[in-house]
């Protein structure tokens, strides 16, 4: 979906930024096994754009985040929900570490 250079850049990033490829697809390696079989945010169709923004907020890298919608297969309120749900698990997660 993104492997191009074209694609890179109509989300607005700079035709240099490299190494997005083996950190997003670490981090979909690593998530995957956590979420629910049943969840649909189980296929990659729909885990990989999330990712990929989580990759570029976490790089501090601008981006066009409507566009990365657009161009996915993924509707905003997919997407919405996914970190509604994420932040609930950091949160449970992070009060048992802490406890």
């Known amino acids: 979906m993104f492997g191009t250079t074209s694609g ?7 035709k240099t930024e490299n190494g997005l490829k083996e950190p997003i697809l670490e981090k979909v ?3 995957h096994p956590f979420i ?3 969840s649909s945010y189980r ?8 990712i ?9 890298q601008a981006f066009d985040r ?5 161009v996915s297969n993924i ?15 950091i949160k449970k997660n992070w009060h048992d570490r802490n406890a």
């Open 29 to 31: 390696l690593a998530i």
């Open 66 to 70: 409507s566009l990365l919608i657009k």
């Open 52 to 60: 990929i923004y989580l990759e570029l907020r976490l790089r501090n």
């Open 8 to 14: 890179v850049c109509k989300l607005g990033l700079a």
């Open 43 to 50: 296929k990659a169709e729909k885990l990989v754009p999330i």
């Open 75 to 89: 509707s905003h309120l997919e997407f919405t929900n996914f970190f509604t749900q994420l932040k609930r698990f």
């Open 36 to 38: 629910h079989k049943e």
